[in-house]
């Protein structure tokens, strides 16, 4: 048998061939005006692949020089170009296109996404299915993008544009490659505007797919532009371009402070979908077996790396036992490993950096005397950003891990009272993105979702998402919403025109 060349050693367990065809095409590319491009500089970056620390492909490291003449190619896509000015219609059928040609291609996309963030396939299966929902949905609104008029004078005739906002840049982060992307992507482009993304540098290949299926699909040159790079550099000339009209970001808190600050220069409109802490409260009369089913999905899918994790589970005191029991019982049973093995049900975390970032809470909360009722240490493979899922109980709210926001497989479980205690616990946070409520008694559920501090509110489920629906978040979980009809409101601005009669 030949010996496996590099490509299929760190690409370990992908099975589809175009897999290979696109790692093995020429690196170091960006997407501007339609071409694919060196960074200006030369450099590339590695994109490793978390599992097994391999190499998986080269790609170009673009930087301010490389943004400004993605924002000149967007911007002249966005002033002369035929996006914009397309029949609804027409822009319908190309978002549709690309939604289907996501599906075509999911197969591939999936397994990228597995590869380079580490989430087992089943689950980039899912991700890569809901983006190309994201398209579908918002290719609907095209045509249904309406203005108003409005009771004015006799003399005078007034109505509303809903306009386009221009050139939107985009920055995403390593946890969702695909759903990031297309949640950015499905609004901006339904709404006319013209856009330069910059993925994570973690996981950069998915977004060069995605952008290669755009120009499949018929999007004009110049309208999507994808810059990789790393966030200090491309991110930042995005977040402080002078010509940038919209910046849509999803990350963390800290650096969503600092794009606010770097787009003050031109008042550029802001996005933000930062950090979260998210509440789970489960009451006594809760299906206790859902409720640990929900509560387990809601913290240990994507290996805790989901900024609406069920980070934070109150329990009311009298059945606090029983469901941390659940909840160890459901983590002995996750099956840590090659995203692409079958057996395995939770994957590495993305990169070196989060693994030393998560063991350090996991130190952290032992050290503050939380228990570790299972996990609570690295995973014990040899290679790969491996860690156990850990339930912590005997956790109080004012705890580090209970504050802080880990991005990681870690549940901290914290008893409470009664509703008021629950409630008052649960808003005691800086974030605010979701929560979640379990209980049998239907009045309570609603008058608790009233009164938590956050986005979104799951009752007896958690982490269900659509693109019908809005997402974002509450306090310094950041401002704005994607999806749903509101995500239109982030890429529009509306003129007012006045006819003399
Ligand atoms: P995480 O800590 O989860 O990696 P970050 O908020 O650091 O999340 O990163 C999310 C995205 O923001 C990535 O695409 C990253 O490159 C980018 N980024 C990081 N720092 C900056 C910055 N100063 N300005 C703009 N973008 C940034």
């Known amino acids: 048998m030949a ?104 197969d591939e996309l999936a397994e990228l996404v597995s590869l380079e963030g580490g989430k087992p396939i089943a689950e980039a299966q899912g991700e890569v299915a809901a983006s190309a929902a994201q398209f579908i949905y918002y290719a609907g609104w095209v045509s249904k993008i309406y203005g108003e008029t409005n009771p004015s004078a006799p003399e005078m005739f007034n109505y509303t544009l809903r306009e386009p906002v221009g050139v939107c840049g985009q920055i995403t982060p390593w946890n969702g490659p695909a759903a990031v992307v297309a949640m950015k992507w499905a609004p901006a482009l339904a709404c006319g505007n013209t856009v330069v993304l910059k993925p994570a540098e973690q996981t950069p290949l998915t977004a060069l797919r995605m952008g290669e299926l755009a120009l499949e699909a018929g ?142 809470y996991l130190k952290a909360g032992k050290q503050e005397g939380a228990q570790a009722r ?30 802080e926001e880990i991005f990681g497989p870690v549940a901290a479980v914290i008893r409470f009272k009664d509703e008021n205690d629950a409630v008052l616990q649960g808003n005691d946070t800086t974030y605010g993105l979701a929560a979640a409520v379990w209980t049998r008694d239907i009045s309570r559920a609603h008058a608790v979702a009233r009164r938590l501090r956050a986005g979104t509110v799951w009752i007896n489920c958690f982490m269900a998402m659509d693109p019908i629906s809005p997402f974002g978040g509450y306090k310094q979980a950041g401002f704005g919403r994607e999806m749903g009809k509101e995500a239109l409101e982030l890429y529009t601005q509306v003129k007012s025109v006045f006819v003399k009669l």
């Open 219 to 360: 999007i004009p040159e110049g309208v999507v532009n994808i810059i990789t790079g790393f966030g200090e550099t491309a991110g930042a000339a995005i977040a402080s371009h002078p010509d940038i009209d919209k910046v849509a970001f999803t990350g963390s808190t800290a650096v969503g402070k600092e794009i606010v600050k770097a787009s003050a220069g031109n008042l550029k409109r802001v996005s933000l979908e930062l950090g979260g802490k998210s509440p789970n409260i489960i009451f006594a009369d809760a299906d206790m077996e859902a409720a640990v089913r929900g509560s387990a999905a809601g913290i240990f899918a994507n290996q805790g790396e989901v900024c609406c994790a069920a980070s934070r589970m109150f329990v009311q005191e009298k059945i606090y036992e029983r469901f941390a029991d659940g909840l160890v019982d459901f983590a002995s049973k996750i099956r840590l490993g090659n995203p692409f093995s079958a057996s395995t049900t939770m994957g590495p975390l993305v990169s070196k950096e989060q693994h030393e970032r998560v063991l350090g």
């Open 374 to 403: 299972i996990g609570g240490d690295r995973g014990p493979q040899e290679r790969g950003y491996f860690v156990q899922p850990t339930v912590f109980t005997e956790v109080h709210n004012s705890m580090k891990i209970a504050r």
């Open 3 to 106: 010996a496996a060349t590099s490509i299929e050693l760190a690409a370990e367990g992908a099975k589809n061939p175009k897999v290979f065809e696109f790692l093995k095409r020429p690196a170091g590319n960006l997407l501007i005006n339609g071409k694919w491009v060196a960074a200006k500089s030369g450099k590339t970056f590695e994109v490793e692949n978390p599992a097994n620390e391999q190499v998986l492909a080269v790609v170009a490291e673009g930087d301010k020089e490389d943004v400004d003449e993605a924002v000149k190619a967007a911007r002249k896509a966005f002033e002369e170009g035929p996006w914009p000015r397309l029949s609804p219609h027409a822009r319908t059928r190309i978002l549709l296109k690309l939604a289907d040609l996501i599906q075509h291609n999911a």
